[in-house]
């Protein structure tokens, strides 16, 4: 009976394992996982996972993690922003002068943030959607019309968030979980009710394919402005983070993270259209987190080995984006190769299935 039990524990396990390898998000999971027990083996486990470590961790890259899961959304569409970055940079400006210009509660402040967010990505989708712009030229275009804006609102850094905010964005509740993964949280229940309904289905038709989703009654356009809303209201609540973790304003930070967080989904198994999910936004993202980490701890590490060696910022990047790159390399042969044998598979089940009626 006990042999039995383990036969199917074992079968059943291979069978996940085996259907875990067909998702999207595997090669994402095994860069992830690699770069987690580098960063393990390079800090130590006692210091990686002490309750204070994390929750730098985690407040310090939130904002990033929710700007990969926002760009991951548009890909799903067939589509993608790498003006998202300043973006956040825009959430930034608007919250810190409504509450310094107007006097009004901080809450009220990021909601006009939020909204800030959502009228630029609105912006985005009527010219990529609706004039039909490369989304590229358009990602440019609006980065630096973005940061005119920004600018325009924000001379010069300034600002300030309370002290008790700041002190809340990097708490630990029960005294071991960052308080801000609510923010996570938050997101993730979000999607999951979007997931549920049918723009959850027609996203991945309209990526995967426009005009055959338009020939079954799908509408592309009104999916990717609800991507493009989607990805507006999660790049306002990572400005939000984005703000209680600087506790100021910048009107030009963030700027470069719309490339990277083009690279971190793609790196977690996002392609462009039909292909990914969240799961591939937060092993992207974590991903890049942890590499950019274990090269910083790799070099801590050398110098005290090596008391004379002292290594400029300049190789710390330069290595970690190596590293990334072929991450990237890696997750873009695996996920095609992914992709073509779901379409074998499919081919031969439906060929099966014309025989099997034909007779």
């Not at 926002?70 to 993608?80: E, H, P, R, V």
């Not at 923010?183 to 999951?192: E, G, Q, Y």
Request: charged letters at 10%; aromatic letters at 12%; hydrophobic letters at 55%.
């Amino acid at each position: 009976m006990k042999e039995q039990v383990k036969i199917r524990v074992g079968t059943g396990i291979k069978d996940s394992f085996s259907s875990f390898r067909k998702t999207p998000a595997f090669t994402g999971f095994v860069l992830f996982l690699g770069a987690l027990l580098l960063n393990i083996a390079l800090q130590g486990p006692a210091s990686f996972f002490s309750p204070q470590s994390l929750s730098v961790l985690f407040s310090s890259n939130i904002p990033f993690l929710l700007i990969v899961i926002a760009q991951g959304i548009l890909l799903l569409s067939g589509t993608m922003d790498i003006s998202i970055g300043i973006q956040l940079a825009l959430v930034n400006v608007v919250t810190i002068m409504t509450v310094q210009e107007w006097g009004v509660p901080f809450a009220i402040g990021g909601l006009i943030g939020i909204v800030a967010a959502m009228v630029a990505s609105s912006v985005i989708w009527a010219l990529i959607s609706v004039v039909r712009l490369p989304d590229l030229l358009v990602g440019f275009a609006l980065t630096y019309a973005i940061r005119g804006v920004n600018v325009m609102i924000m001379n010069i850094p300034q600002g300030s968030v309370s002290r008790e905010l700041f002190r809340a964005y990097n708490s630990l509740i029960l005294g071991f979980i960052p308080a801000s993964t609510i923010a996570i949280v938050i997101v993730l229940l979000i999607w999951s009710y979007f997931k549920r309904t049918a723009f959850g289905r027609h996203i991945y038709a309209v990526g995967a394919n426009p005009q055959n989703a338009y020939a079954a009654g799908i509408s592309p356009v009104k999916v990717q402005f609800l991507a493009f809303m989607i990805k507006g209201l999660f790049t306002g609540i990572a400005g939000i983070c984005l703000t209680l973790m600087t506790a100021s304003g910048d009107p030009l930070q963030a700027e470069a993270w719309g490339l990277r967080s083009l690279a971190a989904a793609i790196i977690g198994g996002f392609t462009f259209g039909g292909w990914g999910s969240v799961a591939c936004a937060v092993f992207g993202a974590s991903f890049l987190v942890l590499i950019q980490n274990s090269v910083y701890f790799f070099f801590n590490l050398l110098s005290r080995l090596i008391p004379d060696l002292w290594v400029t910022s300049y190789w710390h990047n330069f290595i970690a984006d190596i590293i990334i790159f072929l991450g990237l390399l890696t997750t873009i042969i695996t996920v095609r190769g992914q992709r073509e044998t779901l379409r074998i598979n499919l081919e031969n089940k439906y060929m099966k299935r014309g025989e099997a009626n034909a007779k």
